[in-house]
């Protein structure tokens, strides 16, 4: 059974970057999608990005607009997400997940990290 760890969670001022990890345990991502998803307070967990680990094919929320991309690092067995010109809105936890179809819909995946925490001050 995989095991995910997020990490690279941090404080950053508006318009600032973050790069966020995700690393697998117990297992790879061989065959798996690897999704991102994030939970601001008070509100429901949404879809950010998800990306094939096999076939490199990615996926991304309408509200990212071209702001974060996501890479793998098969050394590594790392998947990134990297967030660029963040803005206060983007302020949650953010959680990566593995499944086996390339979705936005947080009950699909299987596995899922503890999170990491964003905060982008204005």
């Known amino acids: 059974q995989v095991q995910l760890a997020e990490s690279g969670g941090g404080l950053v001022t508006e318009g600032a970057s973050l790069r966020l990890s995700c690393t697998a345990s117990?297992?790879?991502?061989?065959?798996?999608?690897i999704g991102w998803f994030r939970q601001a307070p008070g509100k429901e967990r949404e879809f950010v990005a998800a990306?094939?680990?096999?076939?490199?094919?990615?996926y991304f929320a309408d509200f990212v607009g071209g702001r974060f991309t996501l890479s793998r690092d098969h050394a590594r067995n790392t998947v990134d997400l990297q967030m660029n010109s963040l803005k206060p809105e983007d302020t949650a936890v953010y959680y990566c997940?593995?499944?086996?179809?390339?979705?936005?819909?947080?009950?699909?995946?299987?596995?899922w990290g503890q999170g990491t925490q964003v905060t982008v001050s204005s």
């Open positions: 990306i094939s680990w096999s076939f490199g094919g990615t």
């Open positions: 997940a593995a499944g086996s179809v390339i979705t936005g819909t947080s009950s699909i995946y299987d596995y």
């Open positions: 117990g297992g790879t991502f061989n065959r798996y999608v």
